[in-house]
Structure formats: C-alpha cells, structure tokens
C-alpha cells in the first residue's frame, strides 16, 4: 500500500513533467504557473489512494488523476475572475497576473485537458468513467451558480446551502474516489459507496472551511480571517445566524452586511461577536460530525479489509482534524 506522502510525489512529479507547447505561451504559461503552484492535490491523492484499495498498482489510474485534477484547478482559474480574486495560493491570481481573456481560454484549455488525461484509462472503463467524469463537471457548474445567486438573495435556507456545497465542492471529490475506486477493480457497490464517502465528506470539508474562515488560526488555515464576513459570503455560520437571530441581532447583521469595505475588522469583530451569541461554532461543529459520521459509516461497508482501509482512514481523519 501506498501512502498518502509517496502518493502526492507521484502526483506532482507527474504534473511536473507534462510538457506544453511554447506557443502560444499567453495560452500555455498560465497553465504551467496554476499547476506550480501546487496545493494540496487532494482530489488526485484520494483517487490513487481509492484505486490502491483494490489494486496493488495504481500506475494505470495516473492519468485520470491528473485529469482530475486539471479540472479542479480549472475551476480555480474561474472562479478567481468571477470572486475578483486577487491571490490564489499566495501568488497572483492569472487574471492579476495577464488578464481576464487569458485567465478565460487558459481555463478552457484546461478543462480540454483535464478530459484528454481522462480518456486514457481502459477502453473497458471509458464510457462509465467519462458519464461520471461529464455529470460531475455539470453539476460543479450549477453549484457554482447557486452560489452566485446566493450573493443577491436575504434569505437562503439550510438546505439550498448544503445543496450548494454539494454540488460545487463535495461531487467532485465523490467522482474522485469512485472513479479510482473503477480502475482499481471495485465493484460498483464498493465503487458507490466510495462515491457517498467523498460525497459526505466534502460537505464536511466545506462546513470545515467555513467554520476555520471564522475562528481559524490564520497560521494554521493560510487565509486571512473573516474573509467570508467581509464578503457577505452566505456561508453555514451566516444562514444559521440569520434563522436563529431575534430581530435586533437580525437587524446588526443585515447592517453590517450592507456595510462599506472601509470598515472591515469593525464588521468582522461584532457579526463573530453574534455568531457566539448564538452558539454558532458549536451549530456548526455539530453539522460537521453528522457529515463525517455518516461518511465513515458508508466506508465502513466496502468489501475491502479494514487492514488497506486504514491509510485513506487515517489520511482523511486528519484532514478534518484541521486545527482551530
């Protein structure tokens, strides 16, 4: 078995030796930079890690991968001109970097190919591989959507948001898993219920990040805290505060929602203020364990021995152990 450290080398060795033609470089060097930036490679390390599962080999479930990952970042590149999003990673955004045109067609060539590394698996596997692979990248989109609309929207229910998050963070990683969990020689039940592990997991992941935007330490997280309050992001700590403030806490957040950015840390100081008013860290903290115990639980039924479980066990265990 394969660890989650040799792993992530693999991964980035491999984006690392993937040559792009030199011109049109304004078409080129912006993928190559997105890719050099590395990150966590978390998607890529959970497929390979679902494929090692059923296989001792994971060479041949490389390419996916990597395809997997293009995408991912390609979605990054997006959304970073659509949040006007100034660093990604610490480094210059590619809209900041070129331009918005650019940062757009570099985006385009990636999601070409994210799908070109993806066609490479077992002509056997392809058509499941690639109807999971198309479903997915739609419905990160339509997640990606209902976010934006939730920008312009007072009210957003609990249940829209988990839905939001599920579709633009946590399918993805789903796809991952079963998608690895294919090439690796899983059944489709044991395929599914990798699928549903990454499903729950990433609405895990995503409460995560909300909760860590807010009372993160900012050694520990890399961003800045209360960057989602200063945003007015419609995040699982502000929809539930919105349901459970009485109207004069109500009446505060929608003042400083509508409150200019030149008064940022007032603002972030007296909505966390609310929130622990409310027991919001704790709302959330609880919502975060329901995720991560179901998830887990749908691991738990897989056919393979708990003894090659324990890596992708104890990698995600950690992740979510993410310090506060």
């Not at 470089?25 to 390390?45: C, E, F, H, T």
């Not at 590149?77 to 955004?93: E, N, Q, S």
Request: charged content about 20%; glycine content about 4%.
């Amino acid at each position: 078995m394969y660890t989650p450290e040799e792993i992530q080398t693999i991964v980035n060795q491999k984006i690392a030796s993937i040559e792009f033609p030199a011109q049109p470089a304004d078409l080129y060097l912006p993928i190559q930079y997105v890719l050099s930036l590395n990150g966590k490679r978390l998607r890529p390390i959970l497929s390979l890690m679902s494929c090692n599962l059923f296989s001792d080999s994971i060479d041949h479930a490389l390419e996916a991968a990597i395809g997997i990952e293009m995408f991912h970042n390609f979605t990054l590149l997006h959304d970073d001109i659509m949040d006007h999003a100034d660093k990604r990673r610490g480094h210059p955004t590619v809209h900041r970097k070129w331009n918005e045109n650019i940062a757009i067609l570099s985006g385009d060539a990636m999601q070409i190919d994210a799908v070109r590394h993806l066609s490479q698996v077992p002509p056997e596997l392809l058509p499941k591989i690639l109807r999971r692979f198309l479903q997915t990248a739609m419905e990160v989109c339509e997640g990606q959507q209902m976010d934006m609309d939730f920008e312009t929207l007072s009210n957003v229910s609990r249940e829209d948001y988990l839905e939001m998050i599920r579709l633009k963070t946590a399918v993805l990683l789903a796809a991952s898993l079963q998608i690895g969990a294919w090439l690796g020689g899983a059944s489709d039940h044991d395929a599914g219920l990798l699928y549903r592990f990454g499903l729950l997991l990433g609405q895990a992941f995503q409460l995560q990040d909300d909760l860590l935007d807010v009372y993160g330490d900012v050694s520990v997280f890399g961003k800045n805290i209360g960057g989602d309050i200063a945003a007015n992001k419609k995040t699982y700590l502000l929809i539930t505060a919105l349901n459970n403030a009485n109207e004069s806490q109500k009446e505060l957040l929608f003042h400083w929602m509508a409150t200019d950015s030149t008064h940022v840390l007032e603002k972030v100081k007296v909505i966390t203020a609310i929130y622990d008013d409310l027991n919001i860290k704790t709302l959330c903290e609880n919502e975060i364990a329901s995720f991560h115990d179901q998830a887990f639980r749908a691991l738990s039924g897989l056919s393979v021995p708990i003894e090659r479980q324990q890596a992708i066990i104890n990698y995600t265990t950690r992740l979510m152990k993410r310090q506060l």
